[in-house]
């Protein structure tokens, strides 16, 4: 305990928020129990610290958080993004199971981490900064989050969430019903207005044949518009949002 709370006291000193510094003391911790040899507390300390920043210098992670009202489609389609982005550019993916209010949103995303074979954890399980370095060469991780509400509801929630990633490059999608109308999504899209990280995805394009609202909404936003979501199969039905295809689909006459 003594050489725990010394090391914590060096950090501290050094100018290290104190939750950093009794996070990165608890992994040392339990990296020194794993190791059979006598091993350097203090080295472990430091190896874990560059582990931490040369993750989020070099390796250009990027955390995506899908938010979104209830049932928009928020973890169908972190499960068609992380197919997509395996199958497509070949990316290695991560998934954060950060929807703790539906325990049915776990299993869901479990099952289908287990078929695809990608690593998955439930963020109340594990630190994310403990689950990126578990799983070097990650360059996406995928967050599955609590359906937006209103602002009270989410707030405190959100902001923890987002905050405990803020040492990586950090994008938001919002995932939106093509069925679903401005005037009922303004008060979550007022909610993202100044942050510039944001993109609008567009789910259930197979539900309507009318698809103006997307226009309102993106006019309204002002964010732009990333990908778009079209069936319910998990390993299709997804892509980039083609402005084309978009414009083709509006009946003129
Ligand atoms: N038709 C159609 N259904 C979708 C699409 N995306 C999601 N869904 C369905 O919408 C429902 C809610 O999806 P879910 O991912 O659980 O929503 P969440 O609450 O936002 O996580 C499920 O039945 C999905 O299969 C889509 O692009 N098209
Ligand atoms: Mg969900």
């Known amino acids: 305990m003594k050489k725990e709370r010394e090391t914590l006291e060096i950090l501290i000193a050094n100018g290290i928020d104190k939750n950093y510094a009794k996070d990165i003391v608890l992994r040392a911790c339990l990296s020194?129990?794993?190791?059979?040899?006598?091993?350097?507390?203090?080295?472990?300390?430091?190896?874990l610290m560059i582990r931490d920043l040369g993750d989020s210098v070099s390796s250009g992670l990027e955390i995506l958080f899908f938010v979104g009202p209830t049932g928009s489609g928020k973890t169908t389609t972190v499960a068609k993004m992380a197919s997509w982005l395996s199958l497509t550019v070949e990316s290695s993916v991560?998934?954060?199971a950060a929807d703790a209010y539906r325990a049915a949103?776990?299993?869901?995303?479990?099952?289908?981490?287990?078929?695809?074979?990608?690593?998955?954890?439930?963020?109340?399980d594990m630190s994310p900064a403990q689950f990126i370095s578990d799983h070097p060469?990650?360059?996406?991780?995928?967050?599955?989050?609590?359906?937006?509400?209103?602002?009270?509801?989410?707030?405190?929630?959100?902001?923890?969430?987002?905050?405990?990633f803020?040492?990586?490059?950090?994008?938001?999608?919002m995932v939106l019903p093509a069925t679903g109308r401005l005037h009922n999504l303004k008060n979550m899209i007022d909610y993202f207005k100044h942050n510039d990280e944001v993109?609008?995805?567009?789910?259930?394009?197979?539900?309507?044949?009318?698809?103006?609202?997307?226009?309102?909404?993106?006019?309204?936003?002002?964010?732009?518009?990333?990908y778009v979501s079209f069936?319910?199969?998990?390993l299709s039905d997804f892509g980039p949002f083609k402005l084309h295809k978009w414009a083709n689909a509006l009946k003129m006459q």
């Open 32 to 47: 020194a129990m794993d190791d059979s040899e006598d091993i350097d507390y203090m080295d472990e300390v430091r190896k």
């Open 94 to 96: 991560g998934i954060i």
């Open 105 to 124: 949103a776990t299993e869901q995303i479990e099952a289908f981490t287990k078929i695809m074979d990608k690593p998955c954890i439930e963020i109340n």
């Open 137 to 164: 060469g990650m360059k996406q991780v995928l967050v599955d989050t609590q359906a937006y509400t209103s602002r009270e509801n989410w707030s405190d929630y959100f902001t923890k969430l987002y905050d405990s």
């Open 166 to 173: 803020q040492n990586y490059k950090r994008k938001i999608i």
């Open 199 to 226: 993109s609008l995805l567009f789910t259930k394009l197979d539900e309507t044949d009318i698809y103006g609202e997307i226009y309102n909404i993106q006019k309204y936003s002002g964010k732009p518009i990333s």
């Open 231 to 234: 069936g319910q199969d998990v």
